[in-house]
Every structure is written in structure tokens, then in C-alpha cells.
Nanobody, 124 residues
Framework: QVQLAESGGGLVQAGGSLRLSCAVS????????MGWFRQAPGKEREFVAA????????YYADSVKGRFTISRDNAKNTGHLQMNSLKPEDTAVYYC?????????????????WGQGTPVTVSS
């Protein structure tokens, strides 16, 4: 069973940076794309970023483009989300997810495995 564990969340002032990590274990398939999603209080879960198995393809939500960078290290079974120029509206619980296959996806229902989430709070 694939298991994902996020870390790196916390409290940061607006304009600051955080680097989220996603540790993956238990993979049984040959390749997995990874995505990051977030859910703010009272709102639906939304897409943030996704990356292909090779790392050559990345997608971003318009709201984070130019500020967030997704990456992965398959040798270490980890993924990362570097978040710069954070805004109060970025406050949410952030989740990493994986789907079997090479290509990333923007929709949460296309992902097979999810972590428990890590909270990010950006103060103004």
C-alpha cells in the first residue's frame, strides 16, 4: 500500500517562504505522478501543482504560478513544494497525492493515494 507523509508546514508571515516535503513508501507500480492540493477552512480542496514521474512536466494553478515550484527526487522517494512570496490566501492544509502513471493531473479524483496533510498558516 502506498503511503504518503507531508511535512514542513507551519506559520509564516506574508512574503515568507516554506518548503513542503512528501515522503512516499510502499510503491508497487513502476511510475507515479505527484500532485499537491490544498483545502482552506470552509472551502473545497483545490489543485495547487502536479509533476510527472520524470519531472519534465509540471502544472500549476494560476494562483500560485511564479511563486510555487514543485519538484521530486525519485531516488529518495520524496517530493517537494517550494512556496515563496506567501500570501494570507495561501493558508490551508496542504496534501500531496500520487497517481499511477507517467503524467500529472489537475483533478483530485484522478489521484489514487493521499497523505494526511500539513497545515500552512500565512499571517498578514
Amino acid at each position: 500500500q502506498v503511503q504518503l507523509a507531508e511535512s514542513g508546514g507551519g506559520l509564516v508571515q506574508a512574503g515568507g517562504s516554506l518548503r513542503l516535503s512528501c515522503a512516499v513508501s510502499g510503491r508497487t507500480f513502476s511510475s507515479y505522478a505527484m500532485g499537491w492540493f490544498r483545502q482552506a477552512p470552509g472551502k473545497e480542496r483545490e489543485f495547487v501543482a502536479a509533476i510527472s514521474w520524470s519531472g519534465s512536466i509540471a502544472y500549476y494553478a494560476d494562483s500560485v504560478k511564479g511563486r510555487f515550484t514543485i519538484s521530486r527526487d525519485n531516488a529518495k522517494n520524496t517530493g517537494h513544494l517550494q512556496m515563496n512570496s506567501l500570501k494570507p490566501e495561501d493558508t490551508a492544509v496542504y496534501y500531496c497525492a500520487e497517481r499511477r502513471g507517467l503524467t500529472p493531473a489537475r483533478h483530485s479524483d484522478e489521484y489514487d493515494y493521499w497523505g494526511q496533510g500539513t497545515p500552512v498558516t500565512v499571517s498578514s
